[in-house]
């Protein structure tokens, strides 16, 4: 909360994201018995799963502009499998699509989509969600994903590292409504944040070699004496254009964002070679009466 009055962008740059930063704090910390470390992350550095519909509830359209991401970070593992058939992403992409879609009359998209009929002739059987994943997990449900797809296998990674069922905004009110449920996810990454694997599914493989050097441009930095300095602004969207190699690149300023307000606390317990980590999705969001910041939990696990 104390970061979002001081800079209206969020990046690796800053100290919530620097472990050194954070163990410097945690120093202060006196513990008679064991030890905490603490991690931060962005969760819209990551993919939006929601984001795949344009908005919900009753959304029964795809959100165009994640198709390509989706292809191209889906592509690259399906296709690793021998068993998969040309059509086997698209195919992927449509059930993950019909799984949050409603009010479409259960319609499947392209030909190998899946509806409730599908689920429900399963043993045993089961219903689409026909709204918002609430939990990555829950893609293992839908036809076509594996857990090799969502976890890796051997050498070949999986999604689940790159993809996040946060990032929720609600939709302005009607005109002559009383009240107002209407929600999208907008699907807009933190290029200041994401994973390489991430700018890489924004750019398409094609410009992969670009997204690694973005990601060393943004990390570039020189020891001044009083601590890290970083060379480059990061705070313009467009700041990629100054990468070197990159100017010709034109992203979709729908799919791109500097800021965020959803992240990620894991906080790892050590005491007596036992360790207990939890995690917690924490929204950054401002009062409406008093215009303070504040944290509010979304979810919390013990992995």
């Not at 890796?152 to 009607?174: A, F, H, K, R, W």
């Not at 002559?176 to 933190?190: D, Q």
């Not at 694997?197 to 943004?218: F, Q």
């Amino acid at each position: 909360a104390k970061d979002r009055k001081s800079s209206a962008t969020d990046s690796i740059q800053e100290d919530w994201a620097d472990p050194d930063k954070i163990s410097e704090v945690l120093q202060d910390i006196v513990f008679e018995k064991g030890s905490l470390a603490l991690k931060i992350s962005d969760e819209l550095g990551k993919i939006q799963v929601n984001a795949l519909v344009d908005k919900f509830p009753g959304g029964h359209n795809f959100n165009e502009a994640q198709l390509n991401i989706w292809d191209n970070i889906v592509r690259p593992i399906v296709s690793k499998d021998e068993k998969s058939d040309l059509n086997a992403t698209t195919n992927i992409i449509n059930s993950i699509k019909d799984w949050m879609d409603s009010e479409d009359d259960d319609a499947i998209t392209g030909l190998n989509g899946a509806e409730s009929d599908y689920y429900e002739s399963l043993d045993p059987p089961y219903s689409c969600r026909n709204g918002p994943i609430p939990s990555a997990k829950e893609l293992l449900m839908i036809k076509g994903v594996t857990p090799e797809m969502l976890y890796g296998s051997g050498e070949t990674g999986g999604i689940s590292d790159y993809i996040t069922v946060y990032g929720m905004t609600q939709l302005p009110q009607p005109k002559n409504t009383r009240k107002n449920n209407a929600f999208t996810y907008e699907g807009k990454i933190n290029i200041n944040t994401a994973e390489v694997p991430v700018l890489i599914a924004i750019l398409g493989e094609e410009n992969a070699e670009c997204a690694r050097t973005m990601d060393d441009y943004r990390r570039e930095s020189e020891d001044t004496g009083d601590g890290k300095h970083y060379l480059n602004d990061v705070t313009n969207p467009a700041w990629y254009k100054n990468v070197k190699g990159c100017s010709d690149l034109n992203i979709d300023p729908r799919l791109i964002t500097v800021t965020s307000d959803f992240f990620r606390i894991e906080s790892t317990a050590t005491l007596n070679e036992v360790k207990l980590t939890l995690s917690a999705v924490i929204h950054r969001e401002q009062d409406k009466k008093t215009g303070k910041w504040k944290c509010r939990v979304l979810s919390w696990e013990t992995l």
